[in-house]
């Protein structure tokens, strides 16, 4: 698959059943200046939470998690402003 962006989503791997609702939600922060989709892992039990986490801080903004059943799929998020982009996260998304 070739690498191209729509607005602020990079695409370079597919993406996992009911994670474009979540992109769209991001898409739509201003402190956002792009997403970019990672790879897709299988967890070994379908138990646990659901839905989209933050992973951990990058030097760049933040990698997220989205659970969706037995897959994994990672998301870059890009942002100048990681703080206010945390903030908006919680609210969004808890």
């Known amino acids: 698959m ?3 962006r729509r607005g602020k989503l990079k695409v370079e791997h597919t993406l996992l059943e009911g994670l474009e609702e979540y992109i769209n939600k991001l898409s739509g922060l201003d ?3 792009a997403i970019i989709p990672g790879r897709i892992s299988r967890q070994n039990s379908g138990r646990g939470s659901k839905g989209l986490f933050i992973k951990y801080r990058t030097t760049s903004g933040y990698k ?6 037995t897959s994994v799929q990672e998301l870059f998020v890009v942002s100048s402003k990681p703080d206010e982009f945390e903030r908006l996260f919680k609210e969004l998304f808890t």
């Not at 997220?64 to 059943?69: A, Q, S």
């Open 64 to 69: 997220l998690l989205y659970k969706n059943g």
């Open 31 to 33: 402190v956002v200046s």
């Open 2 to 4: 070739a690498k191209h």
